[in-house]
């Protein structure tokens, strides 16, 4: 069962990745003008999360398409591990979800509202997006975490923490919530950063998840902690992950395989297989 994966990630890994992929939504945010509320958008209601792509497409500038035609339905609470080459469209397609980009064609709903029919706000504050590059303030942990849901109380701060497996280095800080990091203060690794992230998306509680996992290389055991926030993370919400690890790529609903910007497969790993694909193909 493991063999095929493990071919699988191999060939991806031999793809060159382009600028690590969220990043770019941090700058986004800063950079590119907001797209706007529509003059119908109202509030969205609290959302199931059944996400609908419908024929969607999109391109950065008019000459060259980044997505073409892509129809996807994902379930209410649903895990999707999007897999493919480096330029595949995987990021793109994802940031559309938050409307941090329009389709040129085609819809995006979600519970069946269309994205531009709901306040950016009240979509945004329902999707939660933890990627692998995590910007830090040079403040307290406190406030880093409570980034998440600002006005949350500290206990609400050390359950979200505890869930992001951060409660122990919490404990051996000396200053504990109050540890300032970032530029001036204390240092945190990779893999706390991320465990940050993760923190302040449990407080956030959202029904939707948008994950890009980290390609960076961590040690076992951090890599394993991380992994099994991230599980718990998931549990009850639609998840939608930019897939680099096995036990991800193993354990999500269904796998989407991307390529040039159409989406090439899509179903659990079994179905892949046997339907001897591309996934096959490379699994084989
Ligand atoms: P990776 O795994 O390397 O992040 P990906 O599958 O997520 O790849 P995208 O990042 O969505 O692919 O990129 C798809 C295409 O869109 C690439 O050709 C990329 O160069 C281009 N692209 C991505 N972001 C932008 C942007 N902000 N402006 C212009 N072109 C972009």
Known sequence: FFRPLEKIAAVLETYPRGIAGFRRYLELLETEPEIADSADARPAPALRGQIAFEQVSFGYD??????????????????????GPSGAGKTT???????????????????????????????????GIVSQDVFLFGSTLRDNIAYGRLGASDDEI?????KAQLATLIETLPEGL????????????GGQKQRVAIAR????????????????????ETER?????????????????IAHRLTTIRNADRIVVMENGQMREAG????????????ARLAS
Do not use: W
């Not at 050390?158 to 505890?162: D, G, I, M, R, T």
């Not at 998306?201 to 076992?220: G, H, W």
């Not at 599980?231 to 639609?238: F, I, K, S, Y």
């Open 268 to 279: 659990a790993h079994h179905e892949l297989i046997s339907q001897g694909g591309l996934y």
């Open 158 to 162: 050390l359950a979200a923490a505890a």
């Open 225 to 241: 902690e991380i992994q099994a926030a991230l599980e718990a993370l998931a549990v009850g919400r639609t998840t939608l992950v």
């Open 178 to 189: 109050d540890t300032l990091v970032g530029e001036r203060g204390v240092m945190l690794s």
């Open 201 to 220: 998306a449990f407080l956030k509680n959202p029904p939707i998840l948008i994950l890009d996992e980290a390609t960076s290389a961590l040690d076992r």
């Open 93 to 127: 397609l994802l940031a559309l979800v938050p409307r941090f980009y329009e389709p040129d064609g085609g819809r995006i709903t979600i519970d069946g509202l269309p994205l531009d029919k709901m306040t950016l706000d009240s979509l945004r504050s329902q999707i």
């Open 62 to 83: 008019l000459e060259r398409p980044v997505l073409r035609d892509i129809s996807l339905e994902v379930q209410a609470g649903e895990t999707v591990a999007f897999v």
